[in-house]
C-alpha cells in the first residue's frame, strides 16, 4: 500500500477525532455504516477509534478490521505499552493494520502536561514504536503539538522514532495555532534536517482553531507532506479538524498546481457528507465549501445569467462531479416503487427489501401531504427511515397533541417498550413540544437536560418536512465509579414538527440508553 509519491493519502479520521466533537457519539453500528462508506469513497486509511478508550470504540476497531478489506485500519494509542497492547488486539483482524503511538514534542506539552524532560519524552516515544513494531509492521507516529514545539527537538525525535521503525511520522497543528507560511516552512525544514526522513510517509494532522487546516494542509503538502490527516465535513475536537472534502477537491480543481492525485471517488462525497451529518446529528452549516448547501446555489441576478450561459463563468467545480444530487427531479405518488427505486438508486442509496418497503411507506404518507417530493425529502426520509439509529429499545408508536392559544398543550404518547408491551401516558406542558417530551419522560424515566433544539425546513413552502435536531445532556456513569456529563443527539422529520420532535427525541434518549447499556450501567 505503499503511495507512489505523485499520490496523496487520504487518512480520514472522522470516528476517532471527528467522533471526539461534542455530541457526536456513534454507537458501534453507525462507525461501521460510516467504515463502509468511507472504503466505497476511496480513502486509504480510516482512523477507526481509540481501542483503549472504551470497550465501544475497541469493539468499533475490532468490527471495522474485520469488515473492511481495502483500506489500512488504524487504531490510536498514547505512547505506552498497555494501550499498545489492546490497539494490537482491537485491530487483529485487519487486512492492513496501523498502530498510531505518539506524544506530545512542544515544551508547554512536555512540561506541563507529561511532566518529564525531553529525552525522557523521546525514550517514551523510540519505545512505544519499538513495541508496536511487535505486533505490526506499520507503525505511525503523531508528534503532538509539533506546530508550537521547538524544530530542533522535533528533527530529533523524528530522526529516532524512525529509526526504531516508524513508517509514518505525523505532524499534527494539534492546536491549530500555526499560520500557512509557518507550516509549510515547518514541513520543508523537516525534510531539509532529518536525515532518515525518506524511510518515512510524512503526514500532517490540522486544526481548525484559526480556520486554516485546509490551507495550512495544502501548504505542507508543497512542501513534501504526501498524507494528509482529515474528516468529512471538517468535524473534530473544538473548531475541527481539517477536511477531507476540500482537501480533496483543491488537489483535483488545482491539479495544475499540485500535480498530485487521491484515491477518492469524488462522486461519492456529498452522499457521505449527508451520512455522517445524519448519523453524527452535526448538521454541515449552509456555506460550508463543497457539500453546504448553497455551495452551489446563485443567487443574484448577475450570477445565475452568467451559469445559465456558461457554467464556468461563476463555478469552478461542478456539482455533479462531488455528488450533489439535481434537486429539480420531483417524484409523486404515481412515480411508484419502480420510479422511487431508480430514484434512489441515482442518488446512491442501495437498500434492500425490507429498507426499500420501510422507505415507499414514508414516501407515499409524504407525497399524499406534500403532492410532490423531491430530493431533500427523499433525503430525509432515508435518513429517518435507514439510516436510523440501529440500537432502539423504546419505540414511538403514536403520539397525539391538543394545544391551542385557550388551551392547555396536552400530549399523549404510545411507546413500545422492551418488555414488547405498549405504554400510554400523558401529560401536559409550557408547548406541544414540552408536552410530548414530558408525556415520553413519564414512560422512559431517564433523567436528561435538553440543551439544544432546532428545527429546520428541508424543503421551501408552508408544506415543508421539517427536521428537528436536538441534544441532549446526561450524567453517564464511567470507569472507578466515576459519573461523566455526556451529550447526545438526535433528529427526527416529518410534515409536522411536534412528529418530528418526538421522534428526534426518542433517538436521542435511545442513544443514551445504548450508552449506558454499552458502558455496563
Ligand atoms: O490533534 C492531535 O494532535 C491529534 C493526535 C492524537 C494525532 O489528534
Ligand atoms: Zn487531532
Known sequence: MSPATHRVVIFDTTLRD?????????????????AHALEEMGVDVIEAGFPVSSPGDFRAVQRISREIRNCIICGLTRANRKDIDVAAEALQEAAYPRIHTGLGVSDVHIRHKLRITQDEALERGVDAVKHAKKYVEDVQYYTEDAGRADPEYLYRVLQAVIAAGATVINIPDTTG??????????????????????QATLSVHCHNDLGMATANTLAAVRNGARQVEVTVNGIGERAGNCSLEEVVMALRTRHDLFGLETGVSTRRIYPVSRLVS????????????????????????????????????????????????????????????????????????????EQFEKVYGRFLEVADKKKTVDTRDLEAIVADEVQMFFDETYHLEQVQVSCGDRSIPTATVSIRGPDGHVHCDA????????????????????????????????????????????????????????????????????????????????????????ARREAGG
Not at 495555532?177 to 536525515?195: H, K, Q, W
Not at 450561459?309 to 416503487?337: C, M, W
Open 278 to 353: 445524519q448519523l453524527t446529528g452535526i448538521s454541515v452549516q449552509p456555506n460550508k465549501a463543497i457539500v453546504g448547501a448553497n455551495a452551489f446555489a446563485h443567487s443574484s441576478g448577475i450570477h445565475q445569467d452568467g451559469v445559465l450561459k456558461e457554467r464556468t463563468t461563476y463555478e469552478i467545480i461542478d456539482p455533479r462531479d462531488v455528488g450533489v444530487p439535481d434537486s429539480e427531479i420531483v417524484l409523486s405518488a404515481r412515480s411508484g416503487r419502480a420510479g422511487l427505486r431508480h430514484r434512489l438508486a441515482e442518488l446512491g442509496y442501495t437498500l434492500d427489501n
Open 18 to 34: 471527528g467522533e471526539q466533537s461534542p455530541g457526536a457519539a456513534l454507537n458501534v453500528s453507525e462507525k461501521v455504516e460510516i
Open 177 to 198: 495555532y500555526s499560520t500557512t507560511d509557518e507550516f509549510g516552512a515547518l514541513i520543508r525544514g523537516i525534510v531539509d534536517n532529518v536525515p532518515n526522513i525518506h
Open 427 to 514: 401529560d401536559h406542558g409550557t408547548g406541544p413540544v414540552d408536552a410530548v417530551y414530558r408525556a415520553i419522560n413519564r414512560v422512559i424515566g431517564e433523567p436528561n437536560e435538553l440543551i439544544e433544539f432546532s428545527v429546520q425546513a428541508v424543503t421551501e413552502g408552508i408544506d415543508a418536512v421539517g427536521r428537528v435536531t436536538i441534544r441532549i445532556q446526561a450524567d453517564e456513569p464511567v470507569q472507578e465509579n466515576g459519573v461523566e456529563r455526556r451529550v447526545f443527539s438526535g433528529r427526527g422529520s416529518d410534515t409536522d414538527i411536534v412528529v418530528a420532535s418526538a421522534k428526534a427525541y426518542m433517538f436521542a434518549l435511545n442513544r443514551l440508553i445504548a
